[in-house]
C-alpha cells in the first residue's frame, strides 16, 4: 500500500512489546496528502500499535520499533520526542477519547493548543473546532465531565485540531456511540478532511471506514493482509469475508 509519494510513510514496520512476539511486522502504507486512509480490523490485530508509533508513544506502553522507517514529509519520526510529533503536525485523538474530565471544554482545547504560536493562530484554531462543532460555543466553561459520550468525542476531535495537524490520527472515533452520533462524527471527519488536513482513521466500523477513505487496509495479527482503493473493497465484499467472516453473496440472497 505505497506508491512513493505519501505525505506519511510506513515501511516495513515491526514493533515489540518486549516478548518474542511482534505486535506488528513487516507493515507497509502510506497516506497522502489530502487523503483519508482507514485501517481496519479485530481486536488485537495491531490498529494502535501501528498509531502509537507513528506517535512515538509506544514507549508509553513498553513497546519499541524493531525493524522499518516511519517518515513525514522526508524526515524520520523514530525516536523523537511525542512533542516533536505533534508540532511536526502529526496529531493522535487516542482511542476512548481520554479527555481531561476535570477541567473546562474551553480549558481541553487550550492544552490541545499549546504548539500553537501566538493568541491570533490560537484564536483561529478555536474558531475552526467551534465552526464544526458550534454547541461547544455554549460549554466552554463546563467541566468537560459532563459532556455526553458522543460530545467527549467530539470534544477529542477538536481538541487535536487545536494544533492544527497536517495529518490527524483518529483511534475508534465510532466506539460505544450511537448510530445517529457515529453519522455526526463522520460528516465532521468529511469536513476536517476537506478543509485540507490528511486523515489515518483506524476503525472496527468498517462501514464508516470504507465510506470515508480513498484507500483501506485490513489487518489481522499484526500485518495488512488486504490493501486497495477504499471504494473497490467495500463493493467486492472481500473485506466483510475477511474480517468479519460474511460471505457477501450469501447474505444478498438472504436479503431477497
Known amino acids: 500500500m505505497t506508491g512513493g509519494s505519501g505525505l506519511l510513510r ?32 479485530s481486536n488485537g490485530a495491531g490498529k ?16 519499541r520499533v524493531i525493524r522499518g522507517s516511519i517518515t513525514f514529509d522526508g524526515t524520520s519520526l523514530v525516536g523523537r520526542d511525542p512533542a516533536a510529533i505533534v508540532e511536526a503536525g502529526i496529531v493522535q485523538v487516542p482511542e476512548g477519547r481520554r479527555i481531561f474530565g476535570r ?12 504548539t500553537t504560536r501566538g493568541k491570533v493562530a490560537l484564536r483561529e484554531a478555536e474558531e475552526r ?14 467541566r468537560a465531565a459532563l459532556l455526553s459520550g458522543g460530545q467527549q468525542q467530539m470534544l ?3 481538541r487535536a485540531l487545536m494544533a492544527k495537524p497536517r495529518v490527524l490520527l483518529l483511534d475508534e472515533p465510532s466506539l460505544g ?12 471527519i468529511k469536513k476536517i478532511n476537506e478543509d485540507g488536513t490528511s486523515i489515518l482513521l483506524v476503525e472496527q466500523n468498517t462501514a464508516m471506514a470504507l465510506e470515508l477513505a480513498t484507500t483501506a487496509a485490513v489487518m489481522a495479527t499484526g500485518r495488512v493482509v ?14 466483510e469475508r475477511l474480517y468479519l467472516g460474511i460471505d457477501a453473496g450469501a447474505r444478498a440472497g438472504a436479503a431477497r
Open 10 to 41: 510506513v515501511e516495513g514496520l515491526e514493533v515489540s512489546y518486549g516478548g518474542p512476539t511482534r505486535a506488528l511486522r513487516d507493515v507497509t502504507l502510506e497516506v497522502p496528502q489530502g487523503a483519508v486512509v482507514s485501517v481496519v480490523g
Open 48 to 63: 494502535t500499535t501501528l498509531m502509537r508509533a507513528i506517535s512515538q508513544t509506544l514507549r508509553l506502553e513498553g513497546g
Open 103 to 114: 477541567i473546562t471544554v474551553g480549558e481541553n482545547l487550550r492544552v490541545g493548543g499549546f
Open 129 to 142: 473546532v467551534i465552526e464544526l462543532f458550534p454547541w461547544i460555543a455554549e460549554r466552554l466553561k463546563e
Open 156 to 158: 477529542a476531535i477538536g
Open 177 to 188: 456511540l450511537a448510530p445517529i452520533v457515529v453519522r455526526q462524527v463522520a460528516d465532521v
Open 226 to 239: 488486504m490493501a486497495g482503493d477504499a471504494r473497490e473493497l467495500a463493493a467486492s465484499g472481500d473485506v
